[in-house]
């Protein structure tokens, strides 16, 4: 399949927002649209960016995005590259376009001296999983929490 993979620009942030929620309900989530163009633009565009996107185009349609950002690992005490979104529509997987991906990142990730890659998926994104351990990755079996500051509550011991 012919496919270009390139850096996001600012006309691409309407389908991105489109994309993430398609990824959000991929993934069984929850997700909601608001403020996600001003805020993912002000991210990507920034002077001292913090998040960088990749948009995958064929026939001049948008049918994917990755993005990463850098972080800190300290038990390495060194930096790592972290994919924080990786996602295809339904009809382009399988054609070899997620392993470009990942040798890209592989490229970026060595460029900047970082230790390792980081991700996740669900445990139920069984072929993501596969597709994983076939490009080498290795699973780690935690469980991730999230919370919204202001739900900060003294825990009931």
Request: charged share 30%; with cysteine; net charge positive.
């Amino acid at each position: 399949m012919k496919h270009s993979i390139r850096t996001c620009e600012r006309k691409d942030l309407p389908r991105v927002v489109d994309l993430c929620e398609q990824h959000a309900r991929y993934e069984r989530a929850g997700y909601s649209r608001s403020n996600k163009l001003e805020n993912l633009a002000e991210l990507l565009f920034a002077a001292d960016a913090s998040l960088h996107c990749w948009i995958v185009e064929t026939d001049g349609a948008i049918i994917g995005y990755a993005t990463y950002t850098f972080d800190y690992s300290t038990w390495d005490a060194a930096r790592f590259l972290y994919l924080d979104c990786l996602y295809l529509e339904e009809g382009y997987r399988g054609f070899g376009i997620g392993e470009e991906i990942m040798q890209r990142l592989f490229a970026i990730a060595e460029e900047n001296k970082c230790v390792n890659i980081q991700w996740q998926t669900p445990t139920f994104n069984e072929r993501a999983i596969k597709f994983y351990r076939r490009i080498g990755a290795i699973g780690n079996k935690k469980v991730r929490f999230s919370i919204k500051p202001w739900g900060i509550r003294k825990a009931e011991g």
